[in-house]
């Protein structure tokens, strides 16, 4: 089992930024990947960024430039910093964990709200 604790959501005014945080705990495999999906009212949850298990980066279109996904492995943690902040990013904020083994294990944190607004 793998325990992930975000951190970082909140209000924000357009144009502002956030930085998120979730730290991962417990059985952790050294072939993982680990990143950020959201989910806006009305919507499917979508990818925002990620690690892969190869320890490259994919990034939605919408959040390229503005968006920069970052990871501690020593404290199995990440980071997603949020720049330029728009009304449309308002979202609920999810932590994405993967242990890759013989099978493909997913976790997901409680989510953390974001909200643009002025």
């Known amino acids: 089992q793998v325990q992930l604790v975000e951190s970082g959501g909140g209000l924000v005014q357009p144009g502002g930024s956030l930085r998120l945080s979730c730290a991962a705990s417990?059985?952790?495999?050294?072939?993982?990947?680990m990143g950020w999906y959201r989910q806006a009212p009305g919507r499917q949850r979508e990818l925002v960024a990620t690690f892969t298990s190869g320890g490259h980066t994919i990034y939605a279109d919408s959040v390229k430039g503005r968006f920069t996904i970052s990871r501690d492995n020593a404290k199995n943690t990440v980071y997603l910093q949020m720049n330029n902040l728009k009304a449309e990013d308002t979202a609920v904020y999810y932590c994405?964990?993967?242990?890759?083994?013989?099978?493909?294990?997913?976790?997901w944190g409680q989510g953390t709200q974001v909200t643009v607004s002025s």
């Open positions: 417990g059985i952790i495999f050294s072939m993982n990947a």
């Open positions: 994405n964990f993967k242990n890759i083994g013989t099978q493909i294990m997913t976790y």
